[in-house]
């Protein structure tokens, strides 16, 4: 079989790749003839001999694709697929990383010598030349940003989540199903190598916390939705559950990194996140549009006479609290959650429960602000009917042609993360609208004619110029109503006296 451009080129990608783990600092000189070898192993190379000349900048997506396609052609990787190159490419970048131990060793001597900013700077600069986070994929995917009367609404659409082919998919269902490690948040992940059903994390390391004086792990998110996107993991495989040590959790964290905010999904379909099997927490380095919304109406409660409440200026319903001692954002904050877990409106349509099943439950996110810190709870409810069969406060059917999954965290702090077929569909979309085409004629973007003709009438004039963000902008005003849809309460009238009850029976005065 031929071979790509020869064993001279393989020689110098290698040699381009052991070079790259030294611009990074990933390893030394010293490590440099074990790398070499590390490397010649994972590719099944008994020989090496290393190129002369001075080596260029490398550019890592080229130089590990000349090592996967001369992997595949060698028979070493037996799929030229998505699903096995990320495997295998997973498998040569750990080739170039430290052990855990040392990396966590220089991030607590940078955390004590420096700053704790500049302790994640340095893990997350490490994440990324490690290749966990793909860089040359997060750049893919689309992002803009939508004014809104909330303030500027942050879209994405995801590309860099690679979508898997068919063959993987059959392998991965003939694939034995293992219980180790138990989900992708485990510890069990660092290090290790992946199969066609579990992620490869060879190239993966963990910094260990303590947190509610048990073990914790903290990562970054290999998709990067936002600046210094952070995963904060309890060491043991339990599910999510919303209590007063929650926010306990929120802010021992938040004390660590005063930086970082630290939010959690809620903890009951519907409402909750992808994974409500793993206690977790999502965190970063980024001010979303929520954070930065106004309180519209304080309120006060007596038995804490040091903190600051109101309802936010937002969709959703929440509910901010302010302190500058956090252990009484914490107790507050369980008043808070063990009230809405029994409260029942029917005038408002909210119900504690039915037939048994619990519905209402919250996402509450943790910050520092200057000397004060920061306790948003944003109040949940899950409750389904024959009208709204996917939840009453989820997005509304006729939204689903944009977004249909759970409003999570991340949605709900105004970062709308939408599916990754859109950017196709968009295109599609521009087109049919610029030549006047019939959109229903169209099987893969028929489901977005209705949107289409509602908002077409606003811009007489469409240009080829114009078009890209007349559909941007109209897809943020969809993600707004999204929003609206997940609200409890509604912003105005009878919406914000239905909240202004609740806080009355939680104990809060008018301010």
């Known amino acids: 079989m031929k071979k790509t451009g020869g064993i001279g080129m393989i020689y110098e990608a290698i040699k381009k790749l052991v070079q790259y783990g030294l611009d990074t600092g990933l390893i030394t000189e010293v490590d440099k003839i074990y790398a070499t070898n590390q490397i010649l192993d994972v590719m099944r190379m008994d020989e090496y001999e290393e190129p002369e000349g001075e080596s260029v900048e490398t550019d890592l997506e080229s130089v590990l694709k000349e090592l996967l396609d001369y ?24 080739c170039l990383m430290p052990r855990p131990g040392e990396i966590e060793k220089k991030f607590w001597e940078i955390y004590d010598g420096e700053s704790p900013e500049a302790a994640t700077d340095y893990y997350y600069k490490l994440s990324q ?98 600046n210094e996107h952070c995963i904060v993991f309890n060491g043991q495989h339990i599910p999510m559950k919303i209590e007063k040590n929650t926010f306990v959790k929120l802010f021992d964290f938040v004390r660590l990194f005063p930086h970082y905010f630290l939010g959690s999904n809620a903890d009951l379909p519907i409402v909750g996140g992808s994974i409500l099997s793993h206690d977790h927490f999502q965190g970063g380095n980024y001010t979303f549009a929520m954070a930065k919304a106004p309180i519209e109406k304080y309120y006060q409660m007596e038995e804490f006479p040091g903190v600051e409440a109101g309802i936010v200026k937002w969709p959703m319903a929440v509910l901010r609290t302010r302190s500058k001692n956090p252990d009484d954002l914490i107790r507050l904050g369980d008043r808070v959650l063990q009230t809405w877990r029994g409260y029942t409106d029917e005038e408002a349509f909210i119900f504690a429960e039915t037939d048994g099943e619990p519905h209402n439950t919250i996402t509450p996110i943790a910050r520092k602000k200057g000397e004060m810190y920061e306790l948003d709870l944003v109040l949940r409810n899950n409750i389904t009917t024959e009208e709204y069969p996917l939840g009453v406060y989820h997005p509304h059917q006729e939204l689903h042609h944009i977004k249909k999954e759970n409003i999570g965290l991340i949605e709900v702090m105004g970062l709308a993360v939408l599916p990754s077929r859109l950017k196709a569909e968009l295109s599609l979309l521009a087109e049919y609208i610029l030549e006047k085409k019939d959109i229903r004629s169209n099987e893969m973007i028929e489901k977005h004619a209705d949107w289409v003709e509602e908002f077409l009438p606003q811009y007489p004039e469409i240009t080829k110029d114009t078009i ?44």
């Open 468 to 511: 890209d963000g007349i559909l941007k902008k109209e897809v943020g005003l969809v993600f707004e109503r999204v929003l609206e849809d997940a609200g409890v309460y509604k912003c105005g009238g009878e919406g914000r006296e239905a909240f202004g009850r609740f806080l009355h029976s939680t104990g809060f005065l008018e301010a």
């Open 129 to 226: 030349d490690s290749d966990y986070i793909r860089r040359y994929r997060i750049k893919k995917d689309m992002r803009w940003v939508t004014p809104t009367k909330y303030g500027d609404l942050d879209i994405t659409v995801n590309l860099s989540k690679p979508e898997k082919d068919p063959k993987a998919i059959a392998a991965a269902k003939l694939a034995k199903q293992s219980g180790y490690p138990k989900c992708q948040l485990c510890m069990e992940n660092e290090g290790y190598a992946g199969r066609t059903n579990h992620p490869a994390r060879n190239n993966h390391r963990i910094i260990r916390l303590k947190i509610n004086d048990s073990r914790w792990g903290f990562q970054y998110s290999p998709y990067v939705y936002y």
């Open 71 to 94: 992997a595949h052609e060698t028979g070493v990787m037996p799929e030229d697929s998505i699903t096995y190159r990320d495997l295998f490419d997973t498998k040569l970048m750990n």
